[in-house]
């Protein structure tokens, strides 16, 4: 239910009456936005429609000197965000609050507001601008590298774990750590290297943690965490990173059939780091366009894509990509990630046996590590050798995928599984029927 004695508490501490908030909106977004008698209905209990709760709840944050956020005026409407986020989100790119009528204080929260929530509109923003680094910053405690040291570390600790098992504990710890070094960029001081850098750890953390909630199917939370870590990369100048977290929101379209959204952000993405070596990272965002063309049933746009990805993978010359070219998040783009994923886009294509193919070439190069991946492979083997009327090796891949669900909590997984167990309760088969008892068991305690 809507909270209004939040809304006029905060009016009665402001000495305003509702028209005094209606004249501020006016003021801020342009005048005619609102009748004057609007919010006499929003202490009743209306929700204001479009972006207009985001503009009170700047008002009178602004004006308190403190957080009212949206979850706190209008939980109805608006869910509270998990740990982390929404200080992440107040830190506008980390650039600190601005000073007293300062051109970023006149821009309208209104407008910031649409853009802060369009992938495309931010993707092509970074495409076509490059940002000033961060300024050195000159108060508070001093950071050396030996803290920053020690991030990086934990960053590559939280990516491991995540591939282990996930989860929601991990996301948590994860998002806390965000919080935290989201502080340092704003209370300690350092020189300009040290604040790139800094910004650049950021926009990592925000890129795991991000990952992490769309896999636990917080899409929205999700998107919000990764939009914020594009901003913290384009703050610190790595174009590699930052398109890295554009493929992240590309495939996170993918996932939910927005297929054109998908494309144009992976589109933006190569064309944003056109320029350098060849790189696991390079090759995954080529092979990230294969499955935004995959999900449109664009077969020679997906052909296309994953020949540029064994092109890439050819002049890379090893796995490792050449000395000092790998990126440090890219670590887990190994030759049978890309061949599975080759296998997982051609069956969304329509390519049910050359998916076999690869399908099955990538599970035999991968070792013990990325159960989550695994998973995912043979789920989609287990799909391919089902339309094949393989009922047999269906079932024998789709148990497989089973036995890892058991240690993988993934929201992303529970729901591919759940698609399999429906197809095959469409088969009479012995195996097809065991398989749907085994899944009603697994998925009924499995972490979803």
């Known amino acids: 239910m809507h909270n209004p004695s939040l809304l006029a508490e905060c009016l009665y501490r402001l000495s305003w009456s509702p028209d005094r908030l209606a004249r501020e909106i006016n003021r801020v977004c342009g005048a005619g936005t609102i009748s004057a008698k609007a919010p006499y209905n929003w202490l009743k209990g209306a929700c204001p429609r479009h ?3 985001r503009v009170v709840s700047d008002i009178l944050t602004e004006r308190l000197g403190e957080p009212v956020p949206l979850h706190a005026l209008w939980p109805d ?3 509270a965000p998990p740990p982390g986020l929404d200080e992440y989100r107040k830190s506008d790119a980390l650039a600190g609050p601005p000073p007293p009528g300062s051109a970023r204080q006149r821009t309208p929260p209104s407008s910031i507001t649409a853009a802060d929530h369009d992938p495309v509109t931010m993707a092509l923003d970074w495409l076509l601008n490059r940002d000033a680094p961060p300024t050195a910053q000159l108060r508070g405690e001093g950071i050396d590298a030996v803290l920053l040291d020690l991030i990086s570390e934990r960053i590559a600790q939280f990516r ?3 591939d282990d098992r996930g989860g929601r504990m991990l996301l948590d710890w994860a998002a806390q750590d965000l919080r935290w070094t989201v502080r340092l960029v704003g209370a300690c001081s350092y020189d300009q290297d040290t604040g790139v850098r800094l910004h650049r750890l950021v926009a990592e953390l925000g890129q795991i943690v991000g990952w992490m909630a769309v896999d636990l199917g917080d ?3 999700g998107r919000l965490y990764l939009l914020q870590a594009l901003k913290s990369a384009r703050s610190a100048g790595d174009r590699a990173l930052a ?3 554009i493929s992240c929101l590309s495939y996170q379209a993918a996932w939910h059939g927005r297929g054109e959204e998908a494309l144009r952000l992976i589109q933006i993405a190569r064309q944003g780091t056109a320029d350098q070596s060849p790189s696991p990272g390079q090759a995954l965002l080529a092979s990230r366009q294969a499955r935004a063309h995959a999900c449109l049933g664009d077969l020679a746009g997906c ?11 050819e002049a890379m010359g090893d796995a490792d990509g050449p000395a000092g070219e790998r990126e440090p998040w890219a670590y887990w783009v190994t030759p049978a990630v890309l061949v599975g994923d080759a296998g997982r886009a051609r069956l969304e294509a329509g390519r049910p046996a050359q998916a076999v193919r690869d399908l099955t070439h990538g599970l035999e190069l991968f070792d013990e590590s990325q159960p989550r991946n695994r998973l ?9 050798r089902l339309s094949l009327g393989q009922c047999d090796g269906a079932a024998q891949a789709a148990e497989a995928a089973l036995h890892l669900a058991v240690q993988v909590p993934s929201a992303r997984c529970h729901a591919r599984l759940a698609e399999l167990r429906s197809l ?7 195996r097809a029927r065991r398989f749907v008892q085994l899944a009603d068991d697994v998925l009924g305690r499995s972490p979803g």
Not at 376 to 384: E, I, N, P, T, V
Not at 424 to 430: K, L, M, T, V
Request: aromatic fraction near 4%; charge should be negative; glycine fraction near 0%.
């Open 303 to 313: 052909e296309r894509a994953l020949d540029e990805t064994a092109a890439i993978r």
């Open 243 to 245: 398109a890295h977290i």
């Open 51 to 53: 972006v207009l709760p």
């Open 77 to 79: 409407k608006f869910p």
């Open 219 to 221: 899409e929205t939370h």
């Open 424 to 430: 095959f309760q469409r088969h009479d088969a012995s």
């Open 160 to 162: 491991r774990l995540d």
């Open 376 to 384: 995912l492979h043979h789920a989609s083997l287990a799909q391919a």
